[in-house]
């Protein structure tokens, strides 16, 4: 039977760091408890569904599970278990050269939590002690941006103090290019606040003037070449539609590709925004949910109208909102909008969908091109008492039914879909770093999506 793990959670939703409580790791159980003095604050807690109004001075408790071994949105701070991973094998990489080699499982995932646990996406911050939370607020970076030249090695070595004060291992692990398999590097830097020009500083920790956050990614282009150049369409493809979309930069760093984008979870001020996945939203609530595809478009809809905890302060928008992004995933082929790349955020005393993000359109590439990773209005499905399996323009109907969509709304969305993506392929045969290939298969599937649309 191994000791119990402890750390604390804080946050800087009030500007001001404060303690919010504390979290326990046992054989069993995740447990953590909220601060008498946090309560008072009347403040958002861990995540929409432990509030602190429902749970107050009662510690919650989840078992651990093969997918959770911490509550959800504690867990969402742990990159993923794959040796694909560019965050999580860059941090093992830190572990390592600290002397620390865990053992797999909850072991690694504990010390990469103290270590990657605070000042990433979201409000919450988590540390091993109070001690060492101090000692990290007490300390923010200066406000000072680099260049990023032929020098764009020290930048990122000064990028890289982020987690401790040596950081030779992690330049080590990057390399000149990123090179690390999988999911695209992201890293998260300040620029300046009128926006991008080649110059990146550490991310805030407290009011700073002058900048503003940004999470950049860099691409693999020996993977997915071109896919920054397709995202960037995409993002602005929503906004000219009247999505609410970050300001962005498409750019390069070094000869790598990169896309700058702006930080929805932090305020004008750098303080955190209330910020949770749909993904760490419904697995609180909803113990079958292991992954962040596994689920369907329509059972979001059900939660949002059934969620005893709300989860939106104005449901009928959320789920025209809902109904009109999947609609735009699949006239630009973006067959990966699955839990993770939904989230609520809270703008003053509203919660509402968050801006649009990662709409990258995935089925350029043949291992990604899937319609969809989530399914909705029985797609694909064969019922009892018919001989073929539910078609695509079946399924849009049967959902925008079940989110009790009126039949004219429903119509007009569509409408306005295609009308603000009726020059997406040529907009795509117009991308200079995107292969013919890719350019050819994206525009086939989505010509096929936008031919059967038109027949609503």
């Known amino acids: 039977m191994s000791r119990d793990k402890e750390a604390v959670v804080w946050t800087r939703l009030a500007t001001q760091p404060q303690r919010m409580g504390r979290l326990y790791i046992t054989d069993r159980d995740c447990r953590f408890t909220y601060d008498g003095d946090y309560l008072a604050t009347g403040m958002p807690g861990v995540g929409l569904i432990y509030a602190p109004e429902i749970y107050k001075d009662n510690t919650i408790v989840r078992g651990r599970t093969e997918n959770f071994d911490f509550l959800p949105p504690i867990q969402a701070l742990v990159p993923p278990r794959s040796q694909h991973n560019f965050q999580r094998q860059l941090i093992i990489s830190y572990l390592a050269q600290q002397g620390k080699h865990p053992t797999r499982g909850i072991e690694t995932d504990w010390e990469i939590l103290k270590v990657s646990g605070h000042g990433g996406i979201g409000h919450l911050d988590v540390f091993e002690s109070d001690a060492k939370a101090l000692e990290w607020y007490s300390a923010p970076p200066a406000r000072e941006l680099f260049s990023i030249g032929d020098n764009f090695g020290?930048?990122?070595?000064?990028?890289?103090?982020?987690?401790?004060?040596?950081?030779?291992?992690?330049?080590?692990?990057?390399?000149?290019?990123?090179?690390?398999?999988?999911?695209?590097?992201?890293?998260?830097?300040?620029?300046?606040?009128?926006?991008?020009?080649?110059?990146?500083?550490?991310?805030?920790?407290?009011?700073?003037?002058?900048?503003?956050?940004?999470?950049?990614?860099?691409?693999?282009?020996?993977?997915?070449?071109?896919?920054?150049?397709?995202?960037?369409?995409?993002?602005?493809?929503?906004?000219?539609?009247?999505?609410?979309?970050?300001?962005?930069?498409?750019?390069?760093?070094?000869g790598i590709p990169a896309l700058a984008i702006e930080r929805f979870d932090r305020d004008k001020n750098r303080a955190p925004v209330f910020t949770e996945s749909l993904y760490s939203i419904l697995a609180s609530g909803d113990k079958s949910i292991t992954h962040n595809y596994s689920y369907t478009y329509d059972r979001i809809g059900r939660a949002i109208d059934r969620s005893p905890v709300p989860l939106v302060t104005n449901p009928v928008e959320a789920k025209q909102y809902l109904f009109k992004r999947l609609l735009f995933a699949l006239l630009t082929g973006n067959g990966d909008m699955h839990m993770e790349n939904l989230s609520i955020i809270r703008q003053g005393h509203e919660l509402m969908f968050s801006p649009v993000y990662d709409p990258a359109p995935m089925r350029a590439y043949s291992i990604h091109n899937m319609l969809s990773v989530m399914t909705f209005g029985d797609y694909g499905d064969w019922p009892d008492n018919k001989d073929s399996p539910v078609g695509l323009l079946e399924a849009v109907i049967s959902f925008a039914r079940q989110l009790n969509i009126s039949k004219a709304i429903m119509h007009d969305s569509i409408e306005h879909a295609l009308r603000c993506t009726q020059d997406f392929g040529d907009r795509v045969m117009a991308l200079e770093l995107l292969p013919q290939n890719n350019k050819q298969q994206l525009i086939s599937v989505v010509n096929v999506v936008r031919e059967t649309l038109k027949k609503h």
Do not use: C
Request: overall charge negative.
């Open 154 to 254: 020290f930048s990122l070595k000064e990028f890289l103090t982020w987690f401790d004060h040596d950081a030779e291992v992690l330049i080590q692990a990057i390399g000149p290019t990123p090179s690390v398999g999988g999911a695209i590097p992201k890293l998260l830097v300040t620029i300046p606040e009128s926006g991008w020009d080649g110059r990146i500083g550490l991310p805030s920790r407290q009011v700073m003037p002058g900048v503003t956050d940004v999470v950049l990614k860099l691409e693999q282009s020996n993977i997915y070449p071109g896919m920054l150049a397709l995202e960037a369409l995409s993002l602005e493809v929503h906004k000219a539609a009247g999505f609410d979309v970050p300001r962005y930069w498409l750019t390069e760093v070094n």
